[in-house]
Nanobody, 131 residues
Framework: VQVAESGGGLVQTGGSLRLSCVAS????????IGWLRQAPGKEREGVSC????????LYADSVKGRFTIVRDNAKNTVFLQMNSLEPEDTGLYYC?????????????????????????WGQGTQVTVSS
């Protein structure tokens, strides 16, 4: 039972990457999913998350308008499309999953929930943006 990230790499400023978070051993459609990142010497920060029922999403101010999170339940995968990348986006990107009880139909994801409440974490995928 795990989540695994992929899709990181080295790109130039202004480039794009699409990260994938694939779940194995459980169905992502009952989990809210978050993407977090950690740059060298900095604390981990929430980047984006997506809720379950209506697929509503949140973004950190630093990535609004450039990143898009989507879920594909048929593929058991959540994607993070990253456009107009900047050197400040460099870091190790993690996905994390929080289980949501079926009765909690109003649960909305919050970026600060994932550090303490995640049930699963991936190993991370490195994103490096050169200037």
């Amino acid at each position: 039972v795990q989540v695994a990230e992929s899709g990181g790499g080295l790109v130039q400023t202004g480039g794009s990457l699409r990260l994938s978070c694939v779940a194995s051993g459980f169905n992502l459609d009952t989990y809210t999913i978050g993407w977090l990142r950690q740059a060298p010497g900095k604390e981990r920060e929430g980047v984006s998350c997506i809720s379950i029922n209506d697929g509503s999403s949140l973004y950190a101010d630093s990535v609004k308008g450039r990143f898009t999170i989507v879920r594909d339940n048929a593929k058991n995968t959540v994607f993070l499309q990253m456009n107009s990348l900047e050197p400040e986006d460099t870091g190790l990107y993690y996905c994390a999953a929080i289980s949501v009880p079926p009765w909690n139909t109003q649960y909305m994801c919050e970026l600060h929930h994932f550090d303490d409440d995640s049930d699963y974490w991936g190993q991370g995928t490195q994103v490096t943006v050169s200037s």
